[in-house]
């Protein structure tokens, strides 16, 4: 669910020549929500909000709590303040992914082309699909009656010549719509556009841009590329007054790599005990070594985002010896780095775990360690969490995880008395077991 | 107190004290020198962070003798910047002031009283000769690790066993381990200990000119401590504590394939050819009867290969290395040929060192080095 600028004035028809207007947007409708929604039919035409516990954010509402001036990201004691009578449902991220995967071979029937961008958004290049679907706009109607069929939730499609106009053309359907944006009307459904709904333009080049009077996509196009470079910068605002005249030669590009996989979370009360940050950051970790290796990627760097208290955020990050998709490597270096950080004191609210410099696992060549190489097959660490991987993926996300990622709680088995488990602190280096010599 | 002394001297002997000094330190006094001028001519430098310490003595005129505590830092500075003619040092109240020739400073004092105390010198356990062990540390530290992710591996695992020390050093990707032999004070010695790799090799640097050098082990009874003395300077350092991994056991026990190759050009060639290896791309040696050839690059990226004399012993093989290891290990060798021994292209490798292009080589110093591989 997008924040991008909109503007009311731009939600007409532009005409219905479709002419080298074969780039798709399509962009679920809230799709959390609706995902939900689908499976609790009683709560159509009721505010409801996905989200998490008190301190977590909204990570979707219908627009009936839309309405309310919710919106994604907000905190939710927030959003629960705006609109009191919301049902709030908690996330349920194993079914938005099914979902979500079974939308994405939908698409993926009608061209190969697809350029997934998110759970729950993708470009499709249609050029090829024409003879055998008919026009952009059939297509668009096809893919959307089938994903309300099969998954009963809707979609709004932006069908344009470029990337970028598509996207603002979906942005301007929802929901539940199509926009098409003729080649010949662009550049005047540009015009009509704040600045910030450019790609690219946050809440920083937007003052930037306004310092030099330009706050509308026509002020922006009309002035001298020199003027929009002095404001924001040579490359960048090349790139701004090219996407101002609607140039966007960005194709749509199936085999996009990931740039990085994170992972994060914020802590249900502020935790001040960094033991207990630093067991969140191994599972992580973890997490995001699961996804590399289901992805078939390696990271060559990490990073961890430490947010205090008073809402400050630090990052630190790390270049990698050699790439790798082990958690315990990922966690090695995250540890490192949070006890770099100099929190002042400060309790935890939220901590971050990504790996970036990503790259395919197959063609990277990889520097193993003494204990991998020498190790017989089955034995090493990658092996180890492979093995879980394997597990999770029957049992549940749930099912395994490192032990020491567990809180160090008495456990008490029926008829014995409670077992205190110790908890290593960086567990074996080169997994010694025979003593040195 | 007041006293005078050479310039040389001085500087010298302050240069070397301070040089551990940390820029910030948790507290002020850590990072002064401690200088004290006792009556019978003699000027004791030290200084201490709690981890290392460091002492030295150096002949002076004492007229009046006294302790002070001065920033180490600073006077290493202004002492190697003075001109060549005798120091005089006077304490004046709560300042010292250092005039030499026609220059003069005047330096404030941090209070002595709350100078730590440094840990006494343990007893000496051996001695090694000076060249020997300059060499040998440099050999083992280029494997050590550099960064704290894993604080056991930045440490030099040192084993005594009578006559013998080996020293053994892993960042858990190449390994090395060198023996040498030494004088120990009693023929039946046994321990032992693990000590920061910056630290030894920062020792072996600042000692290694000496004849001799005296180490001093303390582990088992309070606070385990290292020691090296020589030529009236004396460092000591915590050891580090841990259980270092069983590494031993990770060099091959045999070695189906072998190749011999000169060092030097070998080096040379891997270094010419790792021009166009980018970071975290291998370089790659094929060996087959005769000849090395080294390449590096592939498809569209700068491509590079040489061909070097080897003898080879065993089936062709092809390795990959991470350049900057193998150049750290052919660097590390100080022999005119180098073996290297394989089992298997994915199995570490070890690098020895050899006189000639025929014949044994010898094991005294072995770094093994695993190979670099695609994933699968």
Redesign the interface.
């Known amino acids: 669910m997008s924040r991008t600028a909109r503007s009311p004035l731009v939600k007409r028809d532009w005409g219905a020549t479709e002419d080298g207007c074969s780039i798709l947007h399509v962009d679920m409708d809230a799709f959390f929500a609706s995902v939900e929604l689908a499976r609790r039919p009683h709560l159509r035409g009721r505010p409801v909000i996905v989200g998490g516990s008190e301190r977590a954010v909204v990570l979707a509402a219908t627009y009936e709590a839309r309405a309310f001036g919710v919106h994604s990201a907000m905190p939710m004691q927030i959003a629960r303040r705006m609109c009191p009578q919301a049902v709030v449902v908690p996330p349920d991220m194993a079914a938005y992914r099914e979902v979500s995967t079974a939308v994405m071979e939908v698409l993926s029937e009608v061209t190969t082309l697809v350029e997934q961008v998110s759970v729950d958004e993708a470009f499709l290049d249609v050029s090829g699909a024409r003879r055998r679907l008919g026009p952009p706009t059939a297509i668009a109607a096809g893919i959307r009656e089938r994903i309300r069929a099969t998954h009963g939730i809707t979609c709004s499609v932006g069908i344009a010549g470029t990337k970028f106009v598509a996207k603002l053309a979906s942005e301007h359907a929802k929901p539940d719509g199509v926009l098409l944006i003729p080649r010949a009307a662009t550049v005047e459904f540009l015009r009509a556009l704040p600045v910030g709904a450019l790609w690219g333009v946050g809440e920083r080049t937007e003052a930037a841009l306004a310092r030099w009077g330009l706050r509308t996509v026509a002020e922006l196009a009309d002035s001298d590329v020199s003027t929009v470079q002095r404001a924001v910068g040579k490359v960048a605002g090349a790139h701004l007054h090219d996407l101002a005249w609607g140039r966007d030669p960005r194709p749509v590009s199936p085999g996009r790599i990931e740039k990085s996989i994170g992972a994060e979370v914020t802590f249900p009360v502020d935790v001040a005990d960094l033991a207990v940050v630093q067991t969140q950051v191994l599972a992580l970790a973890d997490r995001c070594a699961s996804r590399l290796r289901s992805e078939g990627m390696?990271s060559?760097t990490v990073s961890i985002k430490v947010r205090t208290s008073d809402f400050r955020t630090l990052t630190r990050s790390r270049t990698l010896?050699?790439?790798t998709?082990v958690g315990r490597e990922i966690f090695?270096?995250t540890?490192?780095l949070l006890a770099g950080v100099d929190l002042e004191g400060l309790p935890v609210r939220l901590v971050g775990v990504r790996t970036e410099g990503l790259s395919p696992?197959?063609?990277?060549?990889?520097?193993?360690?003494?204990?991998?190489?020498?190790a017989e097959s089955g034995h090493g660490r990658r092996d180890a969490e492979r093995a879980m991987d394997l597990v999770r993926d029957r049992f549940g996300t749930g099912s395994i995880h490192a032990a020491s990622s567990t809180a160090p709680k008495p456990v008490i088995l029926e008829g014995h008395r409670p077992i205190n488990y110790r908890r290593s602190e960086?567990g074996?280096?080169?997994?010694?077991?025979?003593?040195?010599? | 107190m007041k006293f005078r002394v050479e310039r040389d001297v001085l500087a010298d002997a302050v240069t070397w004290t301070a040089r551990s000094l940390p820029t910030r330190p948790p507290v002020p006094v850590l990072a002064g020198v401690r200088i004290e001028a006792d009556a019978s001519g003699v000027l004791h430098l030290s200084s201490f962070d709690y981890e290392v310490s460091a002492r030295s003595e150096i002949a002076a005129e004492v007229s009046e003798p006294g302790v002070v505590l001065v920033s180490g830092r600073l006077l290493a500075e202004i002492s190697r910047a003075l001109p060549a003619k005798p120091v005089d040092v006077v304490l004046e109240g709560t300042k010292v002031t250092v005039t030499c020739g026609a220059s003069r400073f005047t330096l404030l004092t941090m209070p002595v009283e709350d100078y730590p105390a440094l840990p006494v010198m343990p007893e000496i356990t051996g001695s090694i000769d000076g060249d020997q062990l300059t060499q040998a540390v440099a050999q083992v530290t280029v494997a050590a690790s550099r960064?704290?992710?894993?604080p056991?591996?930045t440490a030099v695992?040192m084993?005594i066993e009578g006559e013998k020390i080996t020293l053994l050093a892993?960042?858990?990707?190449?390994?090395a381990l060198r023996e040498l032999t030494w004088k120990p004070a009693s023929p039946d010695v046994s321990t032992?200990a693990l000590v920061r790799a910056k630290t030894l090799s920062d020792a072996a640097k600042s000692l290694g000119g000496s004849a001799q050098v005296n180490v001093a082990l303390a582990t088992g009874v309070g606070v385990d401590l290292i020691g090296f003395e020589a030529g009236g300077r004396h460092t000591t350092s915590l050891l580090v504590d841990g259980?270092?991994?069983?590494?031993?056991?990770?060099f091959p026990d045999e070695t189906p394939i072998h190749a011999v190759v000169e060092t030097q050009a070998l080096s040379d060639a891997a270094k010419r050819v790792a021009l166009v290896a980018e970071r975290?791309?291998?370089i790659r040696l094929s060996f087959s009867a005769g000849q090395v050839v080294l390449d590096a690059g592939q498809g569209d990226d700068a491509q590079a290969s040489e061909a070097l004399e080897a003898a080879l012993v065993g089936d062709d093989i092809s390795v990959?290395f991470?350049p900057q290891?193998l150049l750290d290990g052919l660097g590390a060798l100080n022999t005119a040929f180098v073996r290297l021994s394989f089992t298997h292209p994915?199995?570490?490798v070890e690098f020895t060192g050899q006189r000639a292009l025929e014949g044994d080589d010898n094991q005294e110093y072995r770094y093994?080095l695993?190979?670099?591989?695609?994933?699968?």
């Open positions: 390696v060559r010896p050699t790439p998709d090695l270096v540890r490192e696992a197959h063609a990277t060549p990889q520097q193993p360690t003494l204990e991998e190489a020498t960086t074996p280096i080169l997994d010694v077991t025979s003593p040195s010599g | 960064d704290d992710t894993l056991l591996l695992r084993e892993t960042d858990r990707y190449r390994l032992v259980d270092y991994p069983a590494v031993r056991r990770l975290n791309t291998p990959a991470n290891f994915n199995k570490p093994l695993v190979p670099i591989r695609f994933a699968s």
